[in-house]
């Protein structure tokens, strides 16, 4: 009797520690679910942000945007705003009307979206005091984003704008030396 008695709370035993094994596996793999699908989503509102840029759709990319967003990018003195972001955007799609981006490479881990891109458009009208040659520019660019709640907190980028400029006619020459 003692050994059926220890053979059922042995078979009890293992059946509650398979359960809880299984049962913390179980939280694993949703929890690995969860993130798969945050990143899914999380890319997805970048691909919808590059799409509303492109649009002109600046209500959309307001939308879009965390309330405390801000863009950084090197050369910036400091991050900008949304609303500034989006003047600065309405002054480059004036010059290059057709501008799109690209995205050749979209990758996200957790909040963070690694974006790889081309950007192009043909040179239509005045930008930064050069007058407008009719090139079709190009210009690539990696940008990295933040996103919290489903909204752009922060956007980097990096982008090639020597290359561009040259585009445009510009010329890079040295400076001359100072005499002392």
Known sequence: MKRGLLAVLLVL??????????????????KARNLVQTEEQNKAIVSQYFDAVDAQNYSRVKELSADDFSFQS???????????????AKVHYAAF?????????????????????????????EYEGIPPT??????????????VNGKVKEFWAIEN????????????????????
């Open 97 to 125: 009307p057709d501008w799109r981006h690209k995205i050749e490479t979209l990758v996200a881990e957790g909040d963070n979206v690694a974006v790889k891109l081309i950007q192009n458009g043909t040179h239509k009208a």
């Open 74 to 88: 090197p050369g910036l003195p400091e991050p900008l705003g949304i609303d500034t972001l989006i003047q600065a």
């Open 134 to 147: 009719g090139k079709v520019v190009t210009m690539p660019a990696q940008c990295l984003f933040v996103i």
């Open 13 to 30: 035993l293992l059946s509650f520690s398979f359960a809880c094994q299984d049962k913390a596996a179980m939280a694993e793999l949703e």
């Open 161 to 180: 704008y020597l290359d561009f400029y040259q585009q445009l006619g510009m010329e890079l020459k040295l400076m001359a030396a100072k005499k002392k």
